[in-house]
Structures are given as structure tokens and as C-alpha cells.
């Protein structure tokens, strides 16, 4: 019995002191609310982080995303231009078509202009990747102000739209996918850093 006392007479002031010490050895200030109950408040010092990473899966988080972005960032350089030119094409088409008189001169009138625009981009759609037609999609979006899904139904056919959207889903896309500034936030950044106009 006696031993047990000795015991914890010793022990409490070695763990008071291996666990209140320190604290209070590191801390700058101590403050207790005056007047009330509480507990002491200890403001330890600032740490210094000498490392840009908390480990290096965080590193290699980071160097994906930067890559991600940077593969981001030149499909876009290489897929804007196209964009724009297609939404000044269902632009002009929109207003030009209507004044035509008849319903077969429309007709062939987009037909004509269609055939241009592919001439023109043919060679770059053929060399497209899926990742590339993904991001293409939601440009359109962004250009024209609605998807590409509905863009061709507007011009062509819904039975055009249909086929399409289905060679769209073999093919890993989706040409009803909406632009959305805020979710794609850094496809909207990019955009803004290469003089687009903030949507």
C-alpha cells in the first residue's frame, strides 16, 4: 500500500511534467478568460513549412493537374478559332436564312455554306481526339449559347441530331454536354487569359 502511494506521488508530477512542460515551454503567451470558468489558451509559434508539399503523393497530385491543365490549355489554343468560326457561321445563318424567299433556296443555301465551313475544318475534325471532340463540344456551347445537340437540329434535322448524338455515345462524348462557367472553371480561365469575352 505503501509502495502504490509512493508510486503515484512520483508519477503525477513526471506526468504533469512531460505533458504540461513542454506546452507551456513552446507557447509565447498564456491567457485565461479572467472572471470566468475555462481553459487556458496556449498560442504556440508560427511553424515554417520549408516544403511546397506535405508529401510527395501530394507532389504528384499537383504535377498531374499541371499537366491535365497544360494539355487542357493547347486543345483549347488549337480548338478555339474553330468554335468562333462556328458560331459566326450559325450566327450569319440565323440571320440571313430567313430573308431568302423560298424554303428550297434555304435549304440549299445552308447546305452551301455547311460545305464551306467542312472544307475548311475537315482536315483538323478528321485528326481530332476524343478528348479534343470533348472539349470542342462544350466550346460550341459556349459560342453558340446552346448545345451542339440542339445546333445541329436547328440546321439539319432532329433525326441528323439523333444519329450523331449516338456516334457521339459510341465514341465516349456527348454532344447534349453544357458549357458551365463555374464547373468548368478552369476551361473558362484559360479562355479569359487568351482575350475570350467572360460568359
Not at 481553459?39 to 504556440?44: A, G
Amino acid at each position: 500500500m505503501i509502495q502504490c502511494r509512493a508510486l503515484y506521488l512520483f508519477a503525477i508530477p513526471v506526468f504533469c511534467f512531460l505533458f504540461g512542460y513542454p506546452s507551456i515551454l513552446f507557447s509565447q503567451s498564456i491567457k485565461v478568460p479572467v472572471g470566468k470558468d475555462g481553459i487556458p489558451i496556449f498560442q504556440l509559434p508560427d511553424i515554417i513549412i520549408t516544403s511546397p508539399f506535405a508529401s510527395p503523393r501530394h507532389k504528384r497530385k499537383y504535377e498531374k493537374w499541371l499537366t491535365e491543365r497544360y494539355l487542357l490549355k493547347a486543345r483549347i489554343i488549337k480548338l478555339y478559332p474553330m468554335a468562333k468560326s462556328f458560331g459566326q457561321y450559325f450566327k450569319y445563318i440565323r440571320e440571313t436564312v430567313p430573308l431568302l424567299p423560298s424554303e428550297a433556296s434555304q435549304k440549299l443555301y445552308k447546305e452551301l455554306l455547311e460545305k464551306e465551313l467542312f472544307a475548311r475544318y475537315e482536315p483538323l475534325i478528321l485528326d481530332m481526339s476524343i478528348a479534343e471532340g470533348a472539349v470542342l463540344i462544350k466550346l460550341l456551347h459556349r459560342e453558340l449559347g446552346q448545345t451542339a445537340y440542339m445546333g445541329i437540329k436547328e440546321m439539319k434535322s432532329g433525326f441528323s441530331a439523333f444519329f450523331w448524338q449516338q456516334i457521339a455515345l459510341v465514341l465516349g462524348n456527348n454532344l447534349k454536354a453544357a458549357y458551365d462557367p463555374v464547373k468548368d472553371r478552369e476551361m473558362e480561365e484559360i479562355l479569359l487569359e487568351l482575350g475570350a469575352e467572360p460568359k
